[in-house]
């Protein structure tokens, strides 16, 4: 068994909890509100921009342009073609998919944000590849299993989201996974250790950031607009 099936193996619950999750089978279903929506793709869109600031640390610690590469490529990834799966869901909510960035992180976007940039600060190219992950593997088993499952066709209101992240198991998860069990076989048993303690961390928190869609999850405190966790524009800006 490989490094990375081993984290597969003990996260197994997890990626089960999330396959069940009620946000999950809303877009299996179809039947995801629009705030349900909105609020994801708010915050994924910022939890987006701080994964691809992750990558840019992740260059900085490289030795070699093949993994360089590899990094250089997601950021591209994100900024050109998972905007499709955004559009998607603002495509069904009726609004533009401009009118939904520069929010506030809720409190589990918040978290997985902190979680994600404390490692990359702080660890090595191991340990940022293991703490990456989860978010690439979940998303493409999820797509996977719903393209199996729902077989859907151009009158599903999520087909194009379920149809791009279908695709991805194979490609960009399968390569990581393959840099995490190539950088595992010559880590200290300690830094083994860490990586699976990030990559156990983030698919609970991946698993948060659903419930947090799904729940509409806000700061138990709302403060006025221009405080800490408001930014100027947001009560004219609001997408109820």
Same mark, same amino acid.
């Given at each position: ?18 396959? +069940? !999750? ?21 915050? #994924? ?10 990558? &840019? ?25 998972? *905007? !499709? ?5 603002? @495509?069904?909510? &009726? ?15 918040? !978290? ?6 404390? *490692? @990359? ?18 998303? @493409?088993? /999820? ?9 859907? #066709? ?7 989201? /379920? ?14 996974? +393959? ?18 303690? !990030?990559? /156990? ?40």
């Amino acid at each position: 068994m490989s490094f990375t099936e081993e984290l597969r193996r003990q996260a197994d619950g997890i990626f089960q909890a999330i396959f +069940e !999750h009620p946000f999950v089978r809303g877009i299996a279903e179809g039947t995801l509100t629009r705030e349900q929506l909105i609020h994801y793709v708010k915050q #994924d869109f910022e939890y987006l921009n701080a994964y691809m600031r992750i990558y &840019g640390i992740a260059i900085s610690k490289c030795t070699n342009r093949e993994d360089m590469a590899v990094f250089n490529e997601q950021i591209s990834f994100i900024l050109h073609s998972e *905007v !499709h799966p955004h559009q998607n869901f603002c @495509a069904v909510a &009726g609004v533009t998919y401009e009118e939904l960035q520069g929010y506030p992180l809720a409190p589990s976007a918040h !978290h997985y944000i902190r979680h994600m940039l404390t *490692v @990359a600060h702080e660890g090595s190219l191991g340990e940022i590849l293991a703490v990456l992950l989860p978010c690439m593997w979940t998303y @493409a088993e /999820i797509g996977r299993r719903l393209l199996d499952e729902v077989k859907p #066709d151009e009158s599903h209101p999520f087909y194009e989201w /379920i149809g791009f992240y279908g695709d991805q198991l194979d490609g960009t998860t399968l390569k990581f996974r +393959e840099r995490v069990d190539a950088w595992t076989e010559e880590a200290t048993a300690a830094e083994r250790e860490r990586m699976i303690e !990030h990559f /156990i961390l983030s698919c609970q928190l991946e698993y948060k950031f659903w419930d947090m869609a799904y729940k509409q999850e806000e700061w138990p405190v709302q403060m006025q607009t221009g405080s800490w966790n408001s930014q100027p524009g947001d009560s004219l800006r609001e997408v109820r």
